[in-house]
């Protein structure tokens, strides 16, 4: 067969295998964008609103392809969202939610996780803000040391439950793909760069469901209930004259000192020393309890709150998409987002976008960084020289010092809680 064929004949294959698959919404930020996103109205006029840049960042593989939207600027609420031209049931149907983030700014705080959100808060959506009910949010979060992780939050009769695993997200300032998926079988996955990260069952990452058994609350330990491993030999007895034995006796060795003098000193007493036979209070020896039982514990009965729900997956039915943050440094791009049916589906279009882009996106951003680092050996180089021109010493502190970057500086952690 020529290439040419086999490389159609294979393409034919690839299309047959997704000829069911089906991509609910797909946003590359090209430049009609604003078409299909609006800013929320929740903190309008505010001091606290956050806006959106239409960019490619500092650094890119193709400042084209790779324009997202970036928060900014620092210390606000960012909103916005965007609707599904279709409403996506995922009954019997695998569900997955894909983006790309981007935490140029060297993120220290702020979420930069996406939420779908359900038909049924469409008169919510003006002013979509943290309160608006949604049914999946997903993504990383940074703040601090302590918080870098994946979020899957999936509201459940009113309440928000989040993954218990922890799922490590990216920390450095290059473009990565978190991956959702989740199957009809109560089952999940999570992808990050299209690599698995974790899978697990709905039922047991999550506290959605009560436990099924719980300890009988009424069950009470049996009063014959031998609970102790080690018992008292009965057998054991005190030998005779034991209590005769004195605890101390008087210092065999011990002599009256030569100027010892009886008329002044009173009579000598030999001092008394513990005695070598004195074995403490008699115990009889110890020995296993035939009777033993273990610990009680009380029976398990089922849970009388335990409603089993077979569907756990399954959503109401999805219509919008957002971003509703709160940024401590702003500056993160989200780009690519997928709504599909098939996880092979929303591989192919992040391989088609991040996957072309990525290694060049690197190559850019290696070369800031060494531009960062040569101009500031040239700005230290500098201040070395205007030091030694006024005559001070090296270790003379500067007091006009200010660093370039601040990476280093302290910010208060003040990542928004979502419970
Ligand atoms: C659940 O469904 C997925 C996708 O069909 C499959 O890969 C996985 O093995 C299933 N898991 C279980 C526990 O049945």
New binding site residues.
Partial sequence: MRPRRLVSLLLALALAACAHAKVYFKETFDDSWTERWTKSKWKEGEESEGDWAHTAGKWYGDEKMDKGIQTTPDARFYAIWAEMPEAFDNKDS?LVLQFSAKHEQKIDCGGGYIKLIPESSKDQMETFGGDTPYAIMFGPDICGYSTKKVHVILPYKGKNHLVKEDIKCKTDELTHVYTLVI?P?N?YQVYIDLKEEKTGSLYEDWDMLPPAKIKDPDAKKPDDWDERPKIDDPEDVKPEGYDDIPKTIVDPDATQPDDWDEEDDGKWEPPTIPNPEYKGEWKPKRIDNPDYKGKWVPPDIDNPEYVHDPELYHMAPLKYLGFELWQVKAGTIFDNIVVADDFEEAKAIAEETWGKTKDGEKEMYDKAQEEKKAKEEEERKRREEERKARGEDDDEEEEDYEPIHEDDDDYMETGKDEL
């Fill in positions: 695998d199957h079988n089952t």
